[in-house]
Nanobody
Framework: QVQLVESGGGLAQTGGSLRLSCAAS????????MGWFRQAPGKEREFVAA????????LYADSVKGRFTISRDNAKNTVYLQMNSLKPEDTAVYYC?????????????????WGQGTQVTVSS
């Protein structure tokens, strides 16, 4: 199992930026694909972005494509989500997740470990 701790959430204005971090501990971080998901009040958890174990493959939800960038630093056991041009509809709790095997997938059900989440609020 991989233990995940998110940080970097907070309040931003429309058009602003935030950078989320997810620190991992436990098993070999570089063997895992990493992903970001979000859940707004009253809605289901949804896929945001994912990155393969090497960083060579990334995947984004259409709603964030061109605005968000996922990256990882395997030497620091950390994955990042740079969020630019934020919109009020980006408001949600953001969760970091890991998946053994390395492939990037969008289904919530296929991710094994989850962090506790960090709140992102975008004001209009």
């Amino acid at each position: 199992q991989v233990q995940l701790v998110e940080s970097g959430g907070g309040l931003a204005q429309t058009g602003g930026s935030l950078r989320l971090s997810c620190a991992a501990s436990g098993r070999t971080f570089s063997a895992y694909a990493m992903g970001w998901f979000r859940q707004a009040p009253g809605k289901e958890r949804e896929f945001v972005a994912a990155i393969s174990w090497s960083g060579g493959s990334t995947l984004y939800a259409d709603s964030v494509k061109g605005r968000f960038t996922i990256s990882r630093d395997n030497a620091k056991n950390t994955v990042y989500l740079q969020m630019n041009s934020l919109k009020p509809e980006d408001t949600a709790v953001y969760y970091c997740a890991s998946r053994s095997g390395g492939a990037v997938v969008t289904s919530v059900l296929l991710w094994g470990s989850w962090g506790q989440g960090t709140q992102v609020t975008v004001s209009s």
